[in-house]
């Protein structure tokens, strides 16, 4: 299921928003859900795949509330809706799929929806959804730097120092992984993107990290290297 928020003060913009977002589920023979606001911040971000946004609200910035969204969650599309061309300029601030000018929206925002949809199947298949008490986050596989098990836990490190823990199994997370992101250890799956040296018994990443090798794995890791 794919979950969209439609973010508007106007609440004429707001319905006509719902109803061409649901058009498009319906077209697209896709379950989702619609979560209709007034305000952004009523919005609980973690389990969001898609904003709607409009730019200008009484209590807030649509562009700023964007640039928190993307600090929480990267994988979020945004789409940017506003009734003041000259806001146009102002979105390259923050990384977005669409701007839709709201004199225009009858025939961009089907455009928009769209290939929001289509981005958000792409990131689909390219991030880890790690799952924390009622939290689920979308870790890009690209920031993965190692996966780290700690007897029932399981941290995730990224390449700009954050780490994400869950109590899924350890071997469910790797299913989901790409082929870069490889199993050394039995507590170690690394992204060989970030291996900057191989020693026979441990790897040294990037970022100055040892992570240890088992020997059982030690000829399949060094194969991959010459």
Known sequence: MINIAVIDDDEIYRNEIEKQVDKILQDKKMIGKIISLSSCKDLAIE???IVLLDI??????????AQHIQR???????????????????????????????????????KAISKAIENHMENEKSVLKVHWKNTHIQVRQSDILYIEKNGRRVDVITNDGKKYSTYQKFDELLIQCEKNILRVHMSYAVNLDYVKEFHREY???????????SRKL???ILDLFH
Do not use: R, W
Not at 56 to 65: A, M, N, S, Y
Not at 203 to 213: F, K, Q, R
């Open 47 to 49: 389990n969001i795949d």
């Open 56 to 65: 200008c609200f009484p209590d807030g910035d649509g562009i700023k509330f």
């Open 72 to 110: 929480t969650n990267p994988n979020i599309c945004i789409i940017f809706i506003s009734a003041y061309l000259e806001k146009a300029t102002e979105v390259y601030e923050v990384s977005h799929i669409y701007f839709v000018y709201k004199e225009q929206m009858s025939f961009y925002l089907p």
């Open 203 to 213: 790897l040294i990443l990037n970022n100055g990290s040892y992570i240890a090798v």
């Open 218 to 220: 030690q000829n399949k």
